[in-house]
């Protein structure tokens, strides 16, 4: 599948800015499963500097600094991808998951795709009793790890009510859990948090998911968003593995990566910092388009 992305973000400030840093995570990764065909920022006004390097784990990070006065900031990156990631085959859905956590443990590899680097808690993601217990409930001794996760996946999705007024993008994991809401970034956390605390390396991916008009109804622009899942490790034989616990289904070719990290922290759209007085006002618009 080939898609067009357009992802467009749009800053108005009540009074002029005279500086801004603002570190961008929206380039779509290129390689494995996904290839990235063309691919520009666009920044209104001009930036002084530009900056361009490779993040931790490995995503494009673009560093712009600018010194122009203005009263509103536009981010518009545009995109083409091709996405060829196969269907599960039969097999993958073989390996007890205690298998793959003793595989994960023993790992000497300290690449950036190896397990090593999401095994532990990070500040977005903690360890957190009833939460472990909520995963335990889908790994039961000696399930294939496939179809353990999968369980987990739509159990979140069953569990907890989408409600994107019910948290913020700092709102602590063992809160949205208690409250049986959230979004995307919310369930995430969740299910990382969950395999992790059973020994699981589990990674969090930042990126965009097509989304589908109702029956007879012409497709919005800008009515796809930004989206959020959980990526496992499930052993050296079969690498990472896509879980969508907002959708309840493993991850196919209607996901498009754009970075990986150990929670949001480590992948947010957009950063930065602005000088400048009074209340800023935020617009998002995102459209992945199949060619």
């Known amino acids: 599948m080939i898609y067009r992305l357009r992802h467009r973000t749009t800053y108005r400030y009540e009074q002029p800015v005279s500086f801004a840093r603002c570190v961008l995570r929206v380039t779509p990764r290129d390689g494995g499963d996904q290839t990235l065909l063309s691919h520009d920022i666009l920044i209104t006004p001009n930036p002084k500097h530009e900056d361009v390097r490779a993040g931790q784990f490995g995503e494009r990070v ?127 956390h969740i299910m990382i948090a969950g395999l992790r605390g059973l020994g699981l390396p589990a990674a969090y991916v930042s990126g965009y998911i097509r989304t589908f008009p109702a029956p007879g109804r012409p497709r919005l622009e800008g009515a796809d968003a930004s989206h959020a899942w959980v990526d496992l490790w499930c ?38 910092i602005i000088l400048g007085p009074g209340q800023q006002k935020v617009d998002v618009a995102v459209d992945l388009i199949p060619e």
């Not at 999968?150 to 994107?164: E, G, I, M, Q, W």
């Open 235 to 272: 052993g050296r034989d079969h690498g990472w593995v896509g879980f969508d616990p907002t959708n309840g289904h493993i991850v196919a070719e209607d996901h498009v990566v754009v970075a990986v990290g150990r929670d949001y922290l480590d992948v947010a759209p957009i950063s930065g």
């Open 62 to 188: 673009v560093t712009a600094t600018l010194e122009t006065a203005h009263r509103q900031l536009t981010i518009d990156a545009r995109s083409r991808i091709a996405v060829t990631r196969p269907r599960l085959a039969p097999w993958l859905f073989e390996p007890p998951w205690e298998t793959t956590r003793a595989e994960a443990v023993a790992a000497q590899s300290l690449d950036l795709s190896s397990p090593a680097h999401f095994l532990y808690p990070s500040k977005m993601a903690p360890l957190f009793a009833e939460i472990t217990q909520f995963a335990r409930e889908s790994f039961t001794p000696h399930r294939p790890i496939i179809e353990a996760a999968f369980d987990l996946a739509a159990a979140v999705k069953r569990s907890f009510t989408y409600d994107p007024d019910s948290t913020e993008v700092s709102t602590p994991v063992e809160k949205a859990f208690a409250a049986r809401r959230g979004v995307c970034q919310d369930f995430a």
